[in-house]
């Protein structure tokens, strides 16, 4: 179907938000790819550590900012994945709409949970 | 109304099962899964995290479950889906950039990301194992 010029302009298909949604998963898997393997080889270096080692990882200021930096990432990217198989191959309205809902709903709860953690820790230390 | 708003008859290209299995689109399914089993294993992070923030008792416990042996089961899979995700992820980036689309090109990443996934998996738990002994 044709655009109308107003719509062309605004470069907005029917979902109303253009390519945001693509973009954002883009931008957030970019972020990922420096922030994983930096947290992967901190975590391989403090395996055998004792806790007060890992804990004064986490609480290192500039740790703490890129931890909660990476868990923020991490379940952006996450939400929009998982948004994307649930459309895909989930049918049936109600149950579509609620599974979209619960995978965003438990996202935001395990990034705040996470962050909250780490501040904790960042906090006390 | 769905017939109101059919189109002319067309034929249907063949469905999935039509096809041979062939190493691009098994590498995409792949990617698909290790992105959801990786966002299951979130569910490793936060605990781990929390622990970190509840105490060493706490930590102690997490650490007992990683060793176990359906913690080691576990992350050695988390480990070969993050490595494999990470690898694959930057695949699909070159191609969001117009590049290494490519028949030959696309699978020549394909098996780049195969045999790098698995090195970086036995780099990696080379490394912890190293760690736990020292």
Redesign the interface.
Known sequence: MARTPLGRVRGLGSAKEGTHHWWMQRVTAIALVPLTLWFVVSVIGLVGKPYAAVAGWIGNPIVSVFLILMVIATFYHAWLGIQVVVEDYVHAKAVKITSLLLVKFLCFVLAAASIYSILLISLSG | MASETKGPNRPLSPHLQIYKPQLTSMLSITH?LT??A??VG??V??WW??A??A??EA?DDVNDFLSSWLGILLMAGW?YA?FYH?LN??R??FW?MGAGLELKAAYASGWAVVAGSILLTVI?WA??LG????
Do not use: E, F, Y
């Not at chain 2, 760690?131 to 020292?134: F, I, M, P, Q, R």
């Open positions: 698909r992105g959801l990786l966002a979130t569910l992070l936060v995290i929390g970190v923030a105490g060493p930590l480990s993050l990470l992820g930057i699909h980036l969001d990696a490394m912890a760690n736990v002994g020292s």
